[in-house]
């Protein structure tokens, strides 16, 4: 997603479109820029990077004077962070801003061609300026409404037209746009926070409306050209700046728990469109010479990678190594023809993993890489990338494009097993259809009542020393990513053990009340996991059972229980890591951490 802004008021256009894009730097800061009317023209000024470095551009060019303006914080989704693919992208005597995707961009970017018109950028955005400008004779809206409607996907605008210096246009559909109003003066945004500081009473258009801001204020229209100025309701936001940026949520981690369900479904769903015949084939044309994969990563991205491994192993039969990228830089790795390292990143960024990266190159091995953040290092690097499209992660603590980067894990199992026919097309089948209803189900799983559950579960322990995490197999898997939470963001000491570890030590730490968390989603290993919990229960542990629903029955051995819909087994996981996600969350909540920055710790580690 990218954050757009527009003004058109009596003030300089560029200061405030400037500070909007400050508010919205959540929303994408792989570039930036802002086109500003000066004494009758255009003129755009837009760096790659943080909105730092257009800022600093500007002293050296010299900030935009003028009244009527758009600006843009860029994630970017097609055409890796640069100077030519930042917005506004402009063609003729059209300039605009785009958040959105249109999925349609290459057919008309070739129409486009076949017509002469020659492109400078690679992104989807740069196409509607040229349709715009292919449509318009004069007439702004007509303009606009005729180039959308060729438009699939979805798009907020902000549009300035060259002959029209005094006036700024607005559309969307499905992205998300306000239309601002001030005293004297009307504004865009993407959202609340970038107009916050000047005006807390705005519109909301919606699909096939027209926003048309001008000195005079502002006039919405329908596609056919009505004024529907006095049917819309002016809103007016309550929210203080902080909340805005977080969507009104308390915190960055609680929000991108709760994006869980969209992200989680752009992960898988867009690899299932073509059928399951061509899961991933994009990304990874052939699959026949691999032997082994060596999943290299670090912290949550390596606890996704043992998912990966148990997946990737149960379904295609292919041996899976999971190695933790500071250790494997260093261990002049045995790696032979048919290996295929994955390196697993959500920032792309993380010296450790880019390092490994570079070493299983050097030796001749093909890297494939997950990743966040398009256009990173790993990213571009690496010589097969599969996106996981989870948007800016703002905490530190990772949460959505963990379960990301395991829904694309999955979905590279399903591939593999596919190619091999290991598993029977019925089981493919099944595993997809039951893909396609986890983001509902993790919707569910982040219902009020659930949440109510979290917190009270969390708040029982706040003041524990110890928080223990047991399972076998994925459900240990799982608990290493739910201990890595609670140690994050609450400092509270938590350990993930394998179940069956319990005796060979760790037993000795269960004392009266030490608080127990098992996962049981394993049906061919629940009644293991059971005795491991019964030994804890017999030395007075106090046991919080996360199983599947239907493995709790006739049993007493637990003080709390939560149980998780039943789906294939395989995909439990991307259930089972919201409760442990969200209890962890509260326990920090309760404990008084800085959540979103918890303390020692960096969004991505780009030293050794
Ligand atoms: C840590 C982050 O610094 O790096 C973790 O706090 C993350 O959340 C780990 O899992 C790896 O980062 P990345 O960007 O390579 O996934």
Known sequence: ????????????????????????????????????????????????GRLANLEDRLVVSGTPLGHVGVGHTRWATHGEPSD????????????????????NYLSLKRSREAMGNKFVSETDTEVIAHLIDYYYNGNPADAIIRAVGRIEGSYALGVLFEDIPDKLFAVRKDSPLIVGVGEGECFIASD???????????????????????????????????????????LTADWDVEAAEKGGFPHFMLKEIHEQPSTLERAMMPHFVDGIENILREEIPDTSGIRRF??????????????????????????????????????????????????????????????????????????????????????????????IWAGPEIAVATTKAYSSQVAVLFTLALRLAYDRGTVPYERIVKIAEDMKKIPTLVSDLLSEERIAQYQHLASFNTNKHDFFIIGRGQDYAIGCEGSMKIKEVSYMHCEAYAAGELKHGTISLITEGVPCLAIATDRALVEKTVSNIKEVKARGGQVLYLCTEGLAKDHDFYDFLIELPEIDELLMPLLAIVPLQTYAYYTAVYRGCDVDKPRNLAKSVTVE
């Not at 030519?84 to 999925?103: A, F, M």
């Open 84 to 103: 030519i693919n930042s917005h506004p992208h402009s063609h003729g005597r059209v300039t605009l801003v785009h958040n959105g995707i249109i999925e």
């Open 1 to 48: 997603m990218c954050g757009i802004v527009g003004y058109n008021g009596s003030r300089q256009a560029a200061d405030i479109l400037l500070d909007g894009l400050k508010k919205l730097e959540y929303r994408g800061y792989d570039s930036a820029g802002i086109a500003v009317f000066e004494n009758g023209h255009i003129k755009v000024e837009k760096a790659k």
């Open 294 to 387: 060596v999943i290299v990563a670090c912290g949550s991205a390596m606890n996704a990678g043992m998912l990966g491994k148990n997946a990737i192993e149960k379904l295609a039969r292919i041996p899976v190594d999971v190695c933790i990228a500071s250790e494997f830089r260093y261990a002049n790795p045995i790696l032979r023809e048919g290996d295929v390292v994955i390196i697993i990143s959500q920032s792309g960024e993380t010296a450790d993993s880019l390092a490994a990266l570079r070493l299983a190159k050097a030796k001749g091995i093909p890297v494939y890489a997950i990743v966040n953040v398009v256009g990173s290092s790993i990213a571009r690097e690496a010589d097969n990338t599969i996106y």
């Open 192 to 234: 609340v926070p970038a107009i916050l500081a000047h005006t807390r009473q705005y519109y909301l258009i919606e699909q096939q409306e027209l926003a048309v801001l001008s000195p005079e204020g502002v006039t919405l229209y329908d596609f056919g050209g009505n004024d529907i100025t006095a049917t819309k309701e002016l």
